[in-house]
T-cell receptor, first 111, second 113 residues
Framework: GDSVTQMEGPVTLSEEAFLTINCTYT??????LFWYVQYPGEGLQLLLK?????DKGSNKGFEATYRKETTSFHLEKGSVQVSDSAVYFC??????????FGAGTRLTVKP | EADIYQTPRYLVIGTGKKITLECSQT?????MYWYQQDPGMELHLIHY???????EKGDLSSESTVSRIRTEHFPLTLESARPSHTSQYLC????????????FGQGTRLTVV
């Protein structure tokens, strides 16, 4: 079945460092791809999405490009802030258009 | 901002009690989901619904039950709570169609003592 594999954490960075969280997927057909963020004590919020190959999703300085050839959707940010500390989930919409989530990656940014 | 609400936010309850976790959305979404989130963060789908009177079990076996009598309401019930039910429960909704994202409530943190 469709699935998402994302980089295990936790990830700890200093403020202003470059962030990459890897995400790869397995799917039949052409899924849409998503990154969600979960701040402490909260539910998940959509961070960005891409619906077809070579699309780039972006929001709040985060970016991810839908790479069909490598079945990847890696999350990047050029300069992280303490306020970016959260758990990040990669997800896809499967053949039923239901969401499949990766295991989550916890990011801690230190001042 | 998404209009999906979960109550209560936090609940501490004794073993053997019956509990209902509430989830409501005002977006008219047909699809609704319940996830259980373990301390390791991973989300496990335990129930979903594609519309009124539709309910299905998810990937993770759960002793809970759900109902979908109205589009906007998708409550989850545990008939007899046990310590193993202690977890974070997240409700989500999505509209029908391609490329649609899910919207999440803030979650209910359940502790069974």
């Amino acid at each position: 079945g469709d699935s998402v594999t994302q980089m295990e954490g936790p990830v700890t960075l200093s403020e202003e460092a470059f962030l990459t969280i890897n995400c790869t997927y397995t799917a039949t057909g052409y899924p849409s791809l998503f990154w969600y963020v979960q701040y402490p004590g909260e539910g998940l919020q959509l961070l960005l999405k891409a619906t077809k190959a070579d699309d780039k999703g972006s929001n709040k300085g985060f970016e991810a490009t839908y790479r069909k050839e490598t079945t990847s959707f890696h999350l990047e940010k050029g300069s992280v802030q303490v306020s970016d500390s959260a758990v990040y989930f990669c997800a896809l919409s499967d053949h039923n258009n239901d969401m499949r989530f990766g295991a989550g990656t916890r990011l801690t940014v230190k001042p | 901002e998404a209009d999906i609400y979960q109550t209560p936010r936090y609940l501490v309850i004794g073993t053997g009690k019956k509990i209902t976790l509430e989830c409501s959305q005002t977006m008219g979404h047909d699809k609704m989901y319940w996830y259980q989130q373990d301390p390791g963060m991973e989300l496990h789908l335990i129930h979903y619904s594609y519309g009124v009177n539709s309910t299905e079990k998810g990937d993770l076996s759960s002793e809970s039950t759900v109902s979908r009598i109205r589009t906007e309401h998708f409550p989850l019930t545990l008939e007899s709570a046990r310590p193993s039910h202690t977890s974070q429960y997240l409700c989500a909704s999505a509209r029908q169609g391609m490329n649609t994202e899910a919207f999440f409530g803030q979650g209910t943190r359940l502790t069974v003592v």
